[in-house]
């Protein structure tokens, strides 16, 4: 406890270090409820925009400051998988506690010592072994009170044999000044299980956000991670870590980010190669735009004779007050380790909006059509639905901003 | 139909086309023939409205419409179509949106069926769903490139050698379909080849020889190519013979 205490004075490696008594830790206490549709609406409509839906889901879990609303799991799919809250979770299954800050270090920096000292909750999605989930599981975490500091803590088990989606979406109602939200989530992907989880992110100018997120995957198992980042924020730091540890295991990370006004973001991606034979690839896609600064984080570690990991970081600068600093990382420490990483950050090329003017459009339109081929959400791979719901905020996003 | 007259071009401060005059009535193709560096794909981009390519005199009339000073996309609206040699590879915009993109389809509606058979005569079925050009070999880019304006529909088509790095299937499919579009719609092309070879399939009505910027002779496509091919494009600088039409 005392370690974590200490910790608390512990500036994180990288972004603005923030004042945590700027925040405040009072709010309204929320009473649980059965159904999403009972979640108040004009809350439940700033959720729509984060890939929130009410039908298609295995499950939903909801949580508006520090008050879990609503964990539930749909009537088809009981027996496929658990939700509930991680405060639930703990009382339930006392093994949980071999989990609990066992992937992501509680004395990391001060917002991951101030996640446990002052808990407000999260979820824990458990897929059952040997379950395929056809819909995907849902989570949402707000913040309506302003001046708010949100801290969850979350756990994620993918069992053996299991394959599953989770849509998740952090957002705060658009009023709110100044906020901080920290979120910790834990990631156990068991043998042959296969886990896809794609995080929306919609936040505003007074917003700071501080992820710590770990996963660990074990062998021949997949852990794929998507990140869209769409709308303006204050600051934000994220450096999420993948930990390939058994044989054959897989890690993706793709992410999209569409950086506006002041926003200000620091956001990595780690993949480790440990177990024989893992394979790792991180792909991005950063707009720069306004006065925006980004820097776009990766690195692969190869600890194993026979892991092989790829890095594409891809950034678009479309204003001369923006900066996009790519920054891309190698580590092998075994002979045989087939590391690469391949980076870009320019302009639209002339010689492609003329080709699309060519045929018939103006300049503008070819510019809007650039870039939303640019922030392509094919890379994620996604199943058809969820991916046509995803284009759909990007393209409102970016149409908006043009 | 389009009618070039003393076109003078800089590019980067050099002048590229010293004096270039052309005229292409409707229903015909006509073909241009020349060295590398002569000015052919400048001309070109020039009539296609190209920012970078400065007319610094002459003109440029279409339908006998001023449209020296316009727009690339107001010309392509107006009815010029071109067909890139080098076109761009564009990620996260497939050939499919390009082709609707063309045809002023809205993006979210299909292919009808003759749409979709005159995709499958450019054997492209396969390619709707990918990066436009990105991988694509130099026959598909070919075939992109001409598909997309038989989707735009252009009174006159601007070809920059389409057949040059195309295999003989390409070739022929590319030959016949340009012959066809202009056969059936009484609209025009004009050509840009090297070799010569797409000839075979076109009912071109003239060409012309472009050396150092300027138009050195012009005439019956095929007695011109075999001047050239027995005496080089040395004997059109001197010759300067202009039959008539």
Redesign the interface.
């Known amino acids: 406890m005392q370690e974590i205490r200490e910790a608390l004075n512990k500036k994180a490696k990288f972004g603005e270090d923030l004042d945590l008594r700027v925040y405040g830790r009072k709010a309204k206490k929320r009473s649980r409820v059965s159904e999403l549709s009972r979640i108040p609406h004009d809350i439940l409509k700033s959720a729509y925009e984060t890939g929130i839906r009410e039908k298609e889901r295995a499950g939903s879990f909801f949580q508006i400051d520090h008050s879990a609303m609503l964990s539930k799991v749909n009537e088809k799919f009981e027996g496929q998988v658990e939700v509930m809250t991680v405060k639930d979770a703990l009382k339930k299954y006392p093994w949980l506690r071999d989990y609990y800050w066992k992937a992501v270090d509680v004395t990391a920096d001060k917002y991951t010592a101030r996640a446990e000292l002052e808990f407000d909750d999260g979820y824990f999605f458990r897929i059952l072994k040997g379950a395929k989930v056809t819909f995907p599981l849902q989570s949402c975490l707000f913040i309506a009170q302003r001046n708010f500091n949100q801290n969850v803590h979350n756990i994620i088990i993918a069992e053996e044999n299991s394959k599953a989606q989770i849509i998740t979406g952090c957002t705060l109602h658009q009023g709110v000044e100044r906020a901080l939200h920290i979120g910790i989530s834990e990631f156990f992907i068991r043998k042959n299980a296969k886990l896809t989880f794609t995080m929306i992110h919609r936040w505003n100018d007074n917003a700071d956000v501080r992820p710590r997120t770990v996963a660990l995957v074990d062998d021949n198992a997949t852990f794929a991670s998507n990140y869209i980042l769409l709308n303006p924020v204050r600051s934000l730091q994220m450096y999420p870590a993948v930990f390939c540890n058994g044989k054959n295991s897989v890690a993706r990370l793709n992410s999209i980010i569409h950086a506006t006004r002041n926003t200000n973001v620091d956001i990595g991606s780690k993949i480790v190669l440990n177990g024989e034979n893992s394979r790792g690839e991180v792909v991005s896609r950063v707009i720069g735009r306004d006065s925006s600064g980004v820097i776009a984080r990766g690195m692969l570690e190869g600890n194993v004779k026979t892991g092989k990991a790829h890095l594409e970081c891809r950034g678009l600068l479309l204003s001369d007050n923006a900066y996009i600093h790519s920054i891309p990382e190698l580590i092998g420490r075994k002979e045989g380790v087939d590391l690469s990483h391949e980076a870009a950050v320019g302009k639209i ?4 909006i ?10 503008e339109e070819a510019t809007a ?2 870039v ?5 959400v ?1 890379i994620m791979g996604l199943p058809e639905k969820i991916e046509d719901e995803i284009r759909k905020l990007v393209d409102a996003t970016t149409k908006e901003a043009m | 139909m389009l009618e070039v007259k003393d076109l003078h071009v800089r590019v980067e401060g050099k002048e590229i086309l010293k004096g270039v005059s052309l005229k292409i009535p409707k229903g015909e193709t006509h073909v241009m023939f020349g060295p590398n560096g002569s000015g052919k794909t400048t001309l070109m981009l020039a009539i296609a409205g190209f920012p970078g390519y400065d007319v610094t005199s002459g003109r440029i009339l279409l339908d006998k419409k001023d449209i020296t000073n316009l727009e690339i996309n107001e010309r392509a609206k107006l009815g010029l179509g071109i067909a890139f040699q080098n076109p761009p590879e564009i990620r996260g915009i497939k050939l499919g949106g390009m082709l609707k993109i063309c045809s002023g389809k809205n993006p979210k509606d299909g292919f009808n069926e003759s749409e979709m058979n005159l995709i499958r005569r450019f054997n492209l079925a396969d390619f709707l769903d990918r990066d436009v050009n990105l991988g694509f070999s130099g026959g598909e880019r070919k075939r992109a490139e001409l598909l997309q304006l038989m989707f735009q529909k252009p009174k006159l088509l601007l070809l920059d050698e389409p057949d040059s790095g195309v295999d003989i299937e390409s070739l022929k499919r590319i030959g016949e379909e340009i012959q066809s579009y202009v056969a059936k719609t009484r609209n025009s092309a004009f050509v840009i080849t090297h070799q010569g070879y797409i000839l075979d399939y076109l009912n071109a009505k003239r060409a012309c020889v472009m050396v150092d910027g300027q138009i050195h002779c012009s005439g019956r496509p095929k007695s011109i190519l075999e001047k050239i091919v027995k005496s080089g494009y040395r004997k059109c600088v001197k010759c300067r013979k202009f039959e008539k039409p």
């Open positions: 090329a002339d010689k492609e003329n080709y699309l003017r060519a045929r018939g459009l103006n300049e059509l650039i939303r081929g640019f922030l392509d094919r």
